[in-house]
């Protein structure tokens, strides 16, 4: 065997010697690093140790002798450490061989036979044993040292090298911090300043709910900006809530906010929360702070020297406004039509009802009429729609009061229409006994102080009872009546007393049919109330058998009050009767609609039978009432037939005067008989084709008696329409004037000039006629009873239009829903369900059917 010189020095011999030694040395270097890694471990697990106590900020906070203790310490282990290093030597040749025949898998001494020598031998030896090294040499190949692989864990059986790791690895993290230290702490000896604590600042907008914004987050990236920023500023609503929370810090940071155009700053303060144990509040330094600030400006947001700059979107203050002027319907209601608009959606409106004549030390028993104006749909930013409320049992009906329309959004700012002044509607007593009752709970009822005189007023209805008042129950109750006045002392008491006249009077004049109506009012007003607060189904469905027994009970009353007055024939063939099949197909619609989840629709269609019932033709008409109407009925039926006379008496003078004309024209007095004349194209000819100039003049001139007559019946139906208590209008006396001027200028024979005043006289009676409409409907309202529509111009019993398939709507042009409608809402709801529960749709397709369905 050779020496690890001699096979150094044979390294030179040959290439495969010179690569086998540079594979020595590298397997050497390996075997080196594998004996020091076990001992340079200590000394590397030591010196993590130390920069981790260092970065936790032991050096910065430890006294000076701990400080010096501590360094000494470390330093004795380090060199303690470093002198177990010296120990190590360099490997040998034969153990690098062994190392790379055993990672390498060589046998039979592959690498270490190359450098052998046999010791003896003759030449067929020394051939031998050089075939041998041959055949070992290409067995070595391409030799791999592979990595140092020193066997820690033989070392270190517990893992106990981790910990120093994980701690050095946690303390660079926390070393940047406020409170973390640096190395330099290691050779610095003096105890440094009082470290501020550490601050976080968390700041967001949140916009109002009616607004649909998303909140805005100040502190959400690293600038400290949001995302989107207009120019001008991040751009907010009104009215919109700043939140800052400070966690940490000294505890003295100052928020405020200026608002722009303004030198002071508004600071803003921590909201303080009182413990529950009713101690003193604890100290807020070092925990966290949240304070609330509510934008209504454009203004800067200063947080510890950051800031923010918000322009902020106005939130306008609602419009609302009459569209036109308050109407009283056929059941004494009024019906107010109204056009309102807000920016983000109105919330609710109502009419402010106040007296105008009552005096200022007035002590009203009843607080002002409450009168709630019906949205279309909820949270729309514009509305137009009209709302009927009987106020006649109030007792401001009858007087006259200032109306002003009052919108609210949700904000809580109101806008407010202009007033309009009128008398309020109130009920319509025909029997004067059940008035002058009426009559009595006003007086002291609008002001306490008038009891006294509703005393005497009761006491005077009384003097001769055999005579005002025959039947003996009615004198009994108001006697009781009486009674209770003078006992009343307290506003209840004479609030129940005023309750208790009021129904007497309805007794007397209407007996049950009133009740009847005040049940039914009373659950329709329970039952929008209960779709405007989305009640539960059990409660709607409740509130709606109520609202069906109430109406089958008014429809009953009214029928027989109908019998009863002899009237009900005649209101048939009038149609002027609701049948009460189409009442209960509205009210199973209604039904429909709230359990499908169509509230605002079915509040609408509520809203619709309210208005349908307050026209609904009710009560007992006055004495020789219909008499009166039939004799309207007759006066419009002749002021018809005079239109029609006079519109055919134009069209005949205006084509004599054409015909007049075209013969001037072509001075031709008289068309030969061969000759071709207007009209012989296929078409008859007009008898003033084949007439001279001069008879068609005289043809203008006849027709004067004609016009004179249309004239004096006109005349007639003025004195006729006066003793009915009518006065005729401007229209009236105008069309006269033009029917004389037409008469004249037809006697001299100016055709031109006639069918001008024909046509003015036209204009002029459609001027009358409505003139006179009004005042019948006027007459009507204030008897109680309203000029019959059914069955005239396409009307329904209620005056609304009907279709071509002779369906109704309403006056404002809007479908009353059918069955097949809602049936479709229904399936359409039910698809749209079906398919949120597959759980298969794609994001988008879900956010999109939950916003149908009022999820989001």
């Not at 864990?153 to 994980?166: F, G, I, K, N, T």
């Not at 002001?447 to 005077?460: C, H, K, M, T, V």
């Not at 200028?745 to 005043?757: D, H, R, T, W």
Request: no cysteine; glycine share 8%.
């Amino acid at each position: 065997m050779a020496s690890d010189r001699q096979r150094e020095k044979g390294a030179t011999g040959n290439p495969l010697a010179r690569r086998l030694a540079a594979k020595r040395l590298a397997a050497r270097a390996v075997l080196y690093l594998e004996a020091l890694a076990p001992r340079l471990l200590p000394v590397l697990l030591l010196v993590a140790a130390f920069l981790a106590l260092t970065w936790f900020g032991y050096f910065r906070h430890a006294p000076f002798w701990l400080h010096v203790v501590t360094l000494g310490v470390f330093a004795i282990g380090f060199v303690v450490l470093l002198t177990r290093l010296r120990g190590i030597a360099w490997p040998s040749v034969d153990s690098a061989d062994r190392m790379l025949e055993a990672r390498n898998a060589l046998t039979h001494q592959a690498i270490r036979v190359q450098d052998d020598r046999p010791a003896v031998g003759d030449a067929f030896g020394e051939a031998l044993w050089r075939e041998h090294q041959a055949r070992m040499a290409r067995m070595i190949g391409a030799l791999r040292t592979g990595t140092p692989e020193p066997d820690i864990a033989r070392h270190d059986r517990h893992a106990l090298r981790a910990v120093p790791l994980l701690l050095v690895a946690i303390a660079f993290a926390f070393s940047y911090s406020n409170r973390g230290g640096l190395l330099v702490d290691v050779v610095s000896f003096q105890a440094p300043a009082e470290a501020a604590p550490d601050m976080r600042i968390d700041a967001w907008v949140t916009p109002p709910a009616h607004t649909a914004r998303a909140p805005v987050f100040l502190t959400g990236n690293a600038q400290g900006q949001p995302a989107e920023v207009a120019e001008g500023g991040i751009r907010i609503p009104q009215f919109s809530d700043l939140t800052v929370r400070v966690t940490g810090g000294s505890g003295n940071e100052t928020v405020g906010y200026q608002v722009a155009g303004e030198n002071a700053v508004t600071a803003i303060r921590p909201d303080v929360e009182k413990p529950k144990d009713g101690t003193a509040p604890a100290a807020t330094v070092g925990g966290a702070r949240t304070m609330h600030y509510k934008i209504l400006k454009d203004g800067t947001l200063s947080v510890d020297g950051r800031s923010w700059t918000f322009a902020v979107i106005p939130d306008r203050v609602p419009e609302i406004a009459f569209d036109g002027i308050p109407k009283t319907t056929v059941a004494s209601a009024l019906e107010i039509s109204f056009i309102a608009r807000d920016d983000y959606g109105l919330q609710e409106a109502h009419a402010e009802i106040v007296p105008v004549d009552q005096p200022k030390d007035a002590r009203p028993l009843y607080p002002l009429p409450e009168y709630r104006l019906d949205l279309p749909r909820r949270a729309a930013r514009e509305a137009k729609g009209t709302t009927s409320r009987n106020l006649s049992e109030h007792p401001l009906s009858g007087k006259r009061v200032k109306i002003t329309l009052v919108a609210k959004d949700a904000a809580g700012q109101e806008g407010r229409s202009q007033p309009v002044e009128i008398v309020l509607p109130a009920k319509n007593f025909f029997e004067p006994l059940a008035a002058a009752v009426a009559e009595e709970r006003q007086v002291f009822a609008l002001d306490a102080r008038q009891l006294p005189l509703a005393i005497s007023l009761n006491e005077a209805l009384t003097i001769r009872p055999e005579e005002t008042i025959p039947n003996l129950t009615h004198f009994l109750l108001i006697q009781s009546a009486g009674a209770r006045m003078r006992l009343a002392r307290t506003d209840d008491q004479m609030r129940d007393t005023a309750d208790y006249l009021w129904e007497i009077a309805l007794g007397i004049e209407d007996g049950n049919l009133s009740l009847a109506d005040r049940r039914l009012r009373d659950a329709q007003k329970a039952l929008s109330e209960a779709l405007e607060r989305n009640a539960s189904e059990e409660e709607i469905a409740k509130l709606m058998k109520e609202l069906r027994d109430a109406m089958q009970a008014y429809m009953e009353e009214l029928a027989r009050q109908a019998a009863k007055n002899g009237q009900q024939q005649n209101a048939q063939q009038q149609g002027r009767i609701l049948r009460q099949q189409d009442l209960q197909r509205m009210m199973d619609q209604i039904e429909n609609l709230a359990r499908s989840g169509a509230r605002d629709q079915a509040q609408q269609m509520l809203s619709e039978l309210q208005r349908m019932m307050n026209n609904l033709q009710a009560g007992r008409p006055q004495q020789g009432q219909g008499q009166q109407n039939d004799a309207m009925r007759q006066q419009m039926d002749k002021l018809g037939e005079l239109v029609l006379k006079q519109q055919k008496l134009m069209e005949e003078t205006f084509k004599l005067d054409q015909a007049l004309r075209d013969r001037m024209e072509r001075g031709d007095p008289m068309p030969g008989e061969d000759e071709a004349q207007p009209g012989d194209d296929g078409a008859n000819p007009q008898p003033s084709d084949r007439m001279t100039a001069d008879q068609l003049r005289d043809a203008l001139k006849k027709l004067r008696e004609q016009q004179d007559g249309l004239g004096k019946q006109l005349g007639e139906l003025q004195q006729a329409l006066k003793g009915m208590g009518m006065e005729p209008g401007e229209g009236f006396g105008q069309a006269g004037r033009e029917m004389k001027d037409a008469g004249k200028s037809l006697g001299e024979g100016e055709g031109e000039a006639a069918v001008g005043s024909q046509g003015r006289a036209l204009e002029a009676l459609r001027q009358g006629a409505q003139n006179m409409m009004n005042q019948m409907q006027a007459m009507g309202q204030g008897q109680g009873q309203g000029m019959p529509q059914a069955g005239r111009n396409g009307r329904d019993p209620l005056g609304r239009e009907r279709n071509a398939e002779g369906r109704s709507t309403d006056p404002g042009g809007n479908r009353v829903p059918e069955e097949i409608d809602i049936q479709r809402a229904r399936e359409i709801l039910d698809e749209i369900r079906r398919r949120l529960g597959t759980g298969g749709s794609p994001a988008l397709e879900r956010d999109y059917l939950e916003r149908l369905l009022g999820i989001r």
